[in-house]
């Protein structure tokens, strides 16, 4: 049974940093691509960033661009997101999720496996 746990959520100033982690276990986390997601209050769910197998391709949408960084460390089976620069339109439930292959996609159709989440509040 493939699980994700998030984690390292919590409430910062604008301009601060966060760094996110998602715990997976399961199956071999270093065959398929991972991704985050995020979902605001009142707003659909997100594409945040995706990251495929070796070579570690990553994919960033728009919004947050040149401001977060995905990760994943394949012996640890744990995926990153490095936050900085945080604005308040960051906040929202952040999601890690497991996809169907090694391909990124920036679409949550190509992820199979959802965590429970993890708060980032950006306030000040």
């Known amino acids: 049974q493939v699980q994700l746990v998030e984690s390292g959520g919590g409430s910062v100033q604008p301009g601060g940093s966060l760094r996110l982690s998602c715990a997976a276990s399961?199956?071999?986390?270093?065959?398929?691509?991972m991704a985050w997601f995020r979902r605001a209050p009142g707003k659909e769910r997100e594409f945040v960033a995706t990251?495929?197998?070796?070579?570690?391709?990553?994919v960033y949408a728009d919004y947050v661009k040149g401001r977060f960084t995905i990760s994943r460390d394949n012996a640890e089976n744990t995926l990153y997101l490095q936050m900085n620069s945080l604005k308040y339109e960051d906040t929202a439930g952040y999601y890690c999720?497991?996809?169907?292959?090694?391909?990124?996609?920036?679409?949550?159709?190509?992820?199979?496996?959802w965590g429970q989440g993890t708060q980032v509040t950006v306030s000040s």
């Open positions: 990251i495929s197998r070796s070579p570690d391709i990553t």
């Open positions: 399961g199956r071999t986390f270093s065959m398929y691509a």
């Open positions: 999720a497991g996809g169907v292959s090694g391909v990124a996609y920036s679409r949550d159709n190509g992820y199979v496996y």
